[in-house]
């Protein structure tokens, strides 16, 4: 338990200094030199740890997405849950910029499913419970993909134009139409679904 703490640690300490330095200059100079040197360890420290620096960005954004999901205990709906994500998104543009710019659009795609999923997933039960309607788990399950696929989808392309949005305006957007076509969904579906998509 102790090492597990300890590697854990370690590669945070590595993570917030690959973030500092990601504030300061472009992800492709940032080198394992400058890195281990400013956090005053041994490559082969960092070489126990990651493969190389991507694969620290990779985990460096499921860490992000973790301390993400976290706060939904403290959110009581998906219009806050949603302004919660879009504000990590704002603050944080830099890094996630630069995840676009180095592992490309479907690794930052499953960072954002992983912040998306849990809400999602949260507003259909939710509308379960206020329409008074049920469906199956398959179809729970298909729409919560099909729609957080669309709003990460919607998200990469922000950060790839780089161009600033009205937060505000995208939460609104973005509940009253996910709540009204999943309304409208789940009330085309409200017999239990007995064919499998795999059949």
């Known amino acids: 338990m102790k090492h597990e703490m300890t590697t854990l640690q370690t ?3 590595l993570s917030a200094e690959l973030k500092s330095k990601m ?12 890195i281990v040197t400013d956090c005053g360890v041994n ?9 190389d620096i ?4 990779k985990w460096t954004l499921e860490q992000e997405a973790i301390e993400v999901v976290k706060n939904y205990d403290l959110v009581l709906d998906s219009e806050e849950a949603t302004e919660f994500v879009l504000n990590y998104v704002e603050e944080n543009k830099l890094i996630l910029n630069c995840a676009y710019d180095s592992i490309g659009r479907d690794e930052l795609r499953r960072f954002f499913h992983k912040d998306f999923i849990d ?15 049920k469906t199956s788990e398959e179809y729970k399950q298909f729409l919560c ?13 922000i950060l790839r134009t780089r161009k600033p949005f009205d937060k505000e305006k995208l ?3 973005l509940i009253i139409t996910s709540k ?12 239990p679904d007995t064919n499998s998509l795999s059949s």
């Open 11 to 13: 590669k945070k300490m």
């Open 23 to 34: 504030e300061k200059k472009p992800f492709s100079k940032i080198t394992v030199s400058e």
């Open 43 to 51: 490559r082969k420290t960092f070489y126990y740890h990651f493969e």
């Open 54 to 57: 991507q694969e620290l960005l």
């Open 119 to 133: 809400i999602t997933m949260n507003l259909i039960e939710n509308i379960e419970k206020t329409e008074h309607i």
């Open 145 to 157: 993909d099909f729609y957080t696929g669309a709003i990460s989808g919607m998200l990469i392309e």
């Open 171 to 173: 939460v609104r957007y």
């Open 180 to 191: 009204s076509a999943l309304t409208a969904a789940l009330r085309e579906n409200l017999q």
